[in-house]
């Protein structure tokens, strides 16, 4: 053994075979096989596949069969590199590289008694294995053994590790490390480079993307959103969109890689492929994001922000969990890992452990102001949140529709329907007699109806794949559903009875993947964002034709002005909100008029440094409509975890406000006395905010503010048609307010709650009616 090997070193080094065996196998058959699910590999090297298997269950939306600390949607794989001799080396054993062996040592290395962040050293002889310097050794010494032209230079990195470790032991372990300016920095990578001549890169490691209808009952459509600059193929989209079977990719560059799905982009996979002659898991030198064609260094603010993201969406874990009547703890896991970063001089970044530099970075552990802290002036009616992520005892699929009574601010009923085994209900509406709740099943192909008073469930009416959302006409009722999945909208009869007809939204033939569409006060109008072509379809509904608009990048969601003469989208990878004019220009420039403007939510945002400190910065924003009297927009943003104030008038940012964790859905509801509260959904949250626009009413929305917070979880008093056996609250997406209080709606019919309705609620923009 070397002098410079780690106690451990043999051991590992035996087990770094037995994947080396695996990966020089599938290169002698020359075949790649999609791999079974009872015999799924999270690692890949070369030929040997990662399969992930897209479901529909909680934090296994892009299952790769690994369970690291809770995550179940990560793998790992090794870029092969071929000896002169032929053979293949790996590295190491690929799972030993993410540090599942060294949970407990790495977190008291985090989590000590003084609270502070120990130095690397603390962790002695493990220190090798926690900065994976073993699985670089095991690949320095396999080179040099396999060529005899290599063993010079082999040996020289092999003692320039062991100086290298040396350095390391006295530095912090939440701190990013500039390897060149460590003293033995430069000779190590240089050592390394002149090693790898002799073990050039083999071929490039596939993945495979499995859609099982007994996994997932909706049709899925994976794309890229990160991967290292170069990497060939990226993004990745299908053209023709949405499918179930088997697909795969090759990854071609050592780094991290990222994939979402186009139907439900909050469903991530990451693949890290890492160069085994580099210190630590390689993230590569530079990342392309699937957003504003940005090529950016992978030691970066939106990189670190955006990965800091994935493993507090993917891990159920790390959902932020609020307690009604006290504050709360939020401490999520992350990988204790090493990564390879490069900043922006092209300078090598080790970040010695992933999980100590977030709790930096991100200021973790934060804590969480206690859920319930209600508005002193109560709402109007109630209002419907869709728990999409709650479990229910006696389901196979997940999700809720919650009631929430907004007049004393109580969790007032439950639907799980669990005799339907109702999949992921995504959004609702009702129709004009507040008879009924209509109820997509995002995940499936159905739209449900249920009694809204009752709970019972009435019906079931087969739409489409993957519906998402479901709006009705003012005037005739009728239901207009988005197939997110597919291509159409789709008309119900009042009551969901039977289909009436289908609408493609592509005139063209391409697939478009329509998501939240909006319906103008008139019912003659329907506008649908369109993720997979970057544009919107404005419908026509007496005809049925229509024509296209320009948006930003993946529009996910649309909304109106109550005067319906323009829309929005929300722009989830443009970051960016677009107006768009519906018939003569109405949205605002400069003071001028014109057809469209983009909104630009990052303009106080530096993708490389981060974001401007105070002022207001969104980013993969989902929901944005206009309250009904025109005086504001709120749009969600999942990134920044704020909800984005927008002036309609001017089409200008006013300010941003807090929301929490998987920010999603937003909807008016009439606040008791005049004026409007909106409603704020969190995914990963198991409350929702209430958000008061004007709170003096002197129509100027600066002084908008979060007027309460209330938690999801049922009470002893919540009617439930079942019980509720994990996930309590969480997956707070569509918002249904009633009455209805939108331009069109609001003059149909307010049942029982029209004499606590103001006359200008009544009449949302005709303030003459109210003279």
Known sequence: MSEAAPPSASKRRRRFRVVAAVAAAAVTTSVVVATPASAQFPVGVGPVPISFHLRDDNGKWFDSGLNLFGDQSLAVAEMPRLGTV????????????????????????????????????????????????DSTLASIQSIGA?????????????????????????????????????????????ALNDLAKFAVKGPPVTVNFTVDPNESSGIRDPMGLIAPEGAQGFPYENPA?????????????????????????????????????????????????????????????????????????TNPNNWQQFK??????????????????????GNPVLIPNLDAYFDTKFSYPKTLAKGNQLPAAPGVGEVWIDTEMEEWAGKDKVGSA?????????????????????????????????????????????????????????????????????MTEPGSDNLVIGINAGNEVVELAPGGTNVLRKITVSPTGEVRHPHAHWTSADGKTVVTPNVLTNNASVI?????????EKTGQFPIATSMTPDSSKFYTADFLGESLTCVSLAGNACNENGQKVHSKTIDLWANYSPQDGPKSGAPFGGLTIQLPVSPDGKALLAANVLSQTVTVVDPKTDQIVKDLPCTGGCHGINFGAKKGGGYYA?????????????????????????????????????????????????????????????????????????????????????????SACS
């Open 86 to 133: 032929g053979g293949l080396t790996t590295g190491g054993e690929l799972t030993s590289l993410l540090n599942s062996d060294l949970s407990g040592a790495l977190g008291n290395l985090v989590r000590n008694v003084a609270g502070q962040v120990p130095v690397l050293g603390s962790l002695g002889t493990e220190l090798w294995k926690a900065l994976n310097l």
């Open 146 to 190: 396999s060529n005899p032209d290599a063993t010079a230079s082999a040996t020289k990195a092999a003692g320039l590790l062991g100086s290298f470790a040396t350095e390391l032991s006295t530095l912090p372990a939440d701190q990013p490390l500039d390897l060149n300016a460590l003293p033995v920095g430069l000779d190590l990578q240089g």
């Open 241 to 313: 969109g949405a499918f179930f079977g088997e697909r795969s990719i090759q990854l071609t560059e050592p780094g991290l890689y990222a994939f979402t799905d186009m139907v439900t982009p909050y469903m991530l996979g990451a693949v890290v492929v890492d160069d085994p002659l580099t210190i630590g898991l390689d993230f590569g030198k530079a990342s392309q994001v699937n957003s504003r064609n940005l090529v950016v260094p992978t030691n970066s603010d939106i990189v670190n922000r955006l990965v800091n993201t994935f493993f507090n969406i």
């Open 324 to 345: 009604a009547d006290s504050e709360n703890s939020f401490d999520p896991i992350q990988p204790p890992v090493p990564i390879l970063e490069y900043d922006a001089a």
């Open 402 to 470: 919650t009631k929430v009574d907004v007049t004393n601010w109580t969790v007032d009923r439950k639907i799980g329907a669990p005799s339907i085994d109702m999949n992921n209900p995504h959004n609702m509406w009702t129709d004009k007699d507040y008879k009924y709740l209509y109820q997509t099943e995002w995940f499936s192909d159905k739209v449900d109806v249920f009694d809204r008073n009752t709970g019972q469930f009435i019906r079931s009416t087969q739409v489409g794949h993957n519906p998402a959302h479901v």
């Open 540 to 548: 026509d509904m007496p005809t049925g034709t229509v024509k296209t």
């Open 679 to 767: 409603y704020v959904s969190n995914k990963f949250s198991n409350v929702m905010q209430i958000i008061d626009i004007d709170p003096n009413n002197d129509g100027n929305i600066s002084d908008a503010k979060v007027a309460g917070q209330l938690t999801l979880d049922p009470t002893s008093s919540t009617k439930m048609d079942g019980s509720i056996s994990g996930k309590a609250g969480y997956g707070g997406q569509g918002v249904l307010p009633v009455p209805l209080v939108y331009n069109g709606w609001a003059q149909q019919n307010q049942g029982s709650w029209r004499s606590q309705l103001t006359c200008q609620q009544l009449n949302p923009i005709t303030p």
